[in-house]
Every structure is written in structure tokens, then in C-alpha cells.
């Protein structure tokens, strides 16, 4: 009987050791999809206390961009963001969005590959991820879009949220600051080196091209300099010819930087 105690108990040791090793061993990430549900409770309380959740969008950008962009897009910067900020983790990409009307399709869902969503599930989508997060105990929730049409949606619900929220410490805050900076501060870094806005453009033209060079290359085809020039039909506002990722790498160091200076603004206690 002593030995079969003692055998037993040196199993339960061992099974801890090798518990405890392959928590030590899980990979550092900022990305809750990643993370063990004990870890997330853990990184909670060594003060990660604040949630992004990075927002994209399936959409068509013309012949030379793949329909993914925001998505991949947001994932890159959101995670570069977090690593900055130092108490933040990043929930998984919101990919549905509203796109536009199906009957009759308006804006991108005429183009095949769009996806849409009504922007009631949207909000609702947002509302209760935001609600999961405050549960689990975050107190900043963090809405970052990657697209212009939802903006005034995030805006809505987290206001909405934290109102209702407001005899807590949580909150939940829509950073305009990301999405504002490659839409007009890269515009206008861009204009001042020479490029006319018919060629930054505001959709898929130079600008837009420039950062999914810089974030996810593979997405854009590769032929684009030979080809001629894109038109509206084709689903291009602007010229995305002479994009370079170094064009890119520039917006992307603004993005990180003007956001997390607003993040850090916005969750100031």
C-alpha cells in the first residue's frame, strides 16, 4: 500500500511538472484566439486590462488587391499596437461588415467577393463582444476599423456602452485616430511628396496600395506597374502604379504611434 502511495504520488508530481512546463513554454502573444483561457485569466491579472478588437471588412479593391486587405491589415497593426501599448491582448479580426445593400447591391457588393452584413448585426456583434470582454474582467475595450463605413457604428456603440456602464471603471472607446491617418494624414505626407490626389486616390489607388504593400504583400498582385490605368468601373479611385511598400512603412509608424497616443489618452484614469 506504501508503494502504491508513493507511486501515486509521484505521478500527481510529475503531471504538475509537465502542467507547469507547458505553461512556461506557451509562446508569448498578444492575441486571445492564442492564449489558454487560464492564461488569459493571468495575463488579466498581471494588469493586461485592455482588449483591441481589430476590425476589417471582405471587400473588393480592384483588380490588383486581394479582398482580404482590411482583415489582414488590421491584424498586423492591432498586434504591433498592443506590443506598444505593453497591457493590451487582441481578439480575433471582425471580417463581416457592412459593404452596402444587396437588392438592388450598392457601393463594393456590386463587385463579386464582398461580403455584407446589416449594420444592426454589426452593432450587435460589437455590443456583445464588448459585454463578453467586461465579463471576463477588461476594463478598456478598444474598437479599431480598418474601413469608413462602420466608423459611426463604433462610435455609437461605444458610447451607448459606456454610458451604461458608467458606474464601473469599464469603458469602451472607438479610436477614429486609426482609421483618420491613412485616410488623411498619409494623403496629405503623400501630396507634399509630389503625388496628386487623383493618384493618392481613396480607395485602392496609390495610398491604400502603399500600405498592403507595407502589411501584407502577398495580397497585391504583383503585375500592377504594367498594367494600365484602373477606373471607378473597375472598382479604383485613385492610381496604385507607383506604390512601394517604403511608401507604406511610413503610414504604418504613423498608425501605430498617433494610435497608441490616443489609446493612452482615452484610458487615462
Not at 227 to 248: F, H, L, M, Y
Request: net charge positive; proline share 6%; glycine share 8%.
Amino acid at each position: 500500500m506504501n508503494t502504491m502511495r508513493t507511486l501515486q504520488f509521484l505521478l500527481i508530481c510529475a503531471a504538475g511538472v509537465i502542467i507547469k512546463t507547458a505553461i512556461a513554454a506557451a509562446p508569448a502573444t498578444v492575441w486571445l484566439e492564442q492564449m489558454t483561457s487560464p492564461e488569459v485569466t493571468a495575463a488579466i491579472r498581471a494588469g493586461k486590462t485592455t482588449i483591441i478588437v481589430p476590425i476589417g471588412g471582405t471587400e473588393q479593391s480592384g483588380p490588383h488587391i486581394a479582398l482580404g486587405k482590411h482583415n489582414r491589415r488590421v491584424a498586423a497593426l492591432a498586434e504591433k499596437i498592443a506590443v506598444e501599448l505593453g497591457n493590451a491582448l487582441v481578439a480575433p479580426v471582425i471580417a463581416y461588415v457592412p459593404e452596402g445593400a444587396l437588392a438592388p447591391p450598392t457601393g463594393h457588393m456590386k463587385f463579386p467577393g464582398t461580403i455584407t452584413v446589416p449594420a444592426s448585426a454589426y452593432r450587435a456583434i460589437l455590443e456583445s463582444a464588448a459585454r463578453s470582454f467586461k465579463l471576463h474582467g477588461f476594463l478598456d475595450i478598444v474598437f479599431i476599423g480598418d474601413h469608413g463605413d462602420y466608423q459611426n457604428d463604433n462610435r455609437t456603440v461605444a458610447s451607448a456602452l459606456s454610458r451604461e456602464w458608467a458606474a464601473t471603471p469599464v469603458r469602451v472607446h472607438a479610436v477614429r485616430e486609426y482609421y483618420d491617418v491613412p485616410t488623411t494624414w498619409f494623403a496629405k505626407h503623400l501630396a507634399g511628396q509630389g503625388h496628386a490626389a487623383a493618384e493618392i486616390g481613396q480607395h485602392a489607388g496609390l495610398a491604400d496600395t502603399a500600405l498592403t504593400l507595407a502589411l501584407a504583400p502577398d495580397l497585391v498582385r504583383s503585375d500592377i506597374q504594367r498594367g494600365a490605368v484602373p477606373t471607378p468601373a473597375s472598382g479604383v479611385n485613385g492610381d496604385p502604379r507607383r506604390a512601394t511598400a517604403e511608401q507604406g512603412q511610413v503610414a504604418v509608424d504613423a498608425i501605430v504611434a498617433q494610435t497608441v497616443a490616443a489609446i493612452n489618452k482615452a484610458t487615462k484614469r
